[in-house]
Every structure is written in structure tokens, then in C-alpha cells.
């Protein structure tokens, strides 16, 4: 089993930042991506950003050079830096791995955007 502890969240202006950390314990060994999913309310969750062992980085449309994803491996750590926030960027951020085709996520941390 794999336990994720997701931090970072909070209430920020549009056009302010926040970085999101999550971080994994337990059977950490093979843990290839991870990544960061978002649901509003009423909306399904969808892809935010992942990252590869090797760095290899997927990155939603609709965030792309606003949010910046990177990885310690050593740590087994995933962090989301989230830039220029936007009111739509509102939502529960997921962390999630992938371990030898098993699949964990987080609790969620609320990021709200609002004047």
C-alpha cells in the first residue's frame, strides 16, 4: 500500500500562486508517475498534470505554462507550482501514483481562487 499527505491548498486571489506538495509513504519501491487531478463542484475530475521517474511531463491544455510540475524521487515527492490561479482554477487537487499498474490517491487539498 501506498498513503499520500497532500499539502498546500488554500484561499488566493486570481493571478496569485501556490505550490502543492504530496508526499508518499509505505510501498514506495516502483512507483513510476505521479501526478495531480482537480474536481469542481458538479464536474468530474480530470487530468492536471504527471511526471515520470524520468521527468517525462504531461500537462493539461488549460493550465500549460501557469502550473509546473516536479518531482524529488529520493523523497517520493510530487510537487504542483500553480501560478497566475485563475477563479476556474477552483477545485480539490488529488496527488496520485501509479505503482506497478496500481493506482492510490490522496484525500484532496481545496484550492479556491477568489477576489
Known amino acids: 500500500q501506498v498513503q499520500l499527505v497532500e499539502s498546500g491548498g488554500g484561499l488566493v486571489q486570481p493571478g496569485g500562486s501556490l505550490r502543492l506538495s504530496c508526499s508518499a509513504s509505505?510501498?514506495?519501491?516502483?512507483?513510476?508517475?505521479m501526478g495531480w487531478y482537480r474536481q469542481a463542484p458538479g464536474k468530474q475530475r480530470e487530468l492536471v498534470a504527471t511526471?515520470?521517474?524520468?521527468?517525462?511531463?504531461n500537462t493539461a491544455d488549460s493550465v500549460k505554462g501557469r502550473f509546473t510540475i516536479s518531482r524529488n524521487n529520493a523523497k517520493n515527492t510530487v510537487f504542483l507550482q500553480m501560478n497566475s490561479l485563475k477563479p476556474e482554477d477552483t477545485a480539490v487537487y488529488y496527488c496520485?501514483?501509479?505503482?506497478?499498474?496500481?493506482?492510490?490517491w490522496g484525500q484532496g487539498t481545496q484550492v479556491t481562487v477568489s477576489p
Open positions: 511526471i515520470t521517474r524520468g521527468g517525462s511531463t
Open positions: 496520485n501514483v501509479d505503482r506497478s499498474g496500481s493506482v492510490y
Open positions: 509505505g510501498s514506495v519501491f516502483n512507483i513510476y508517475t
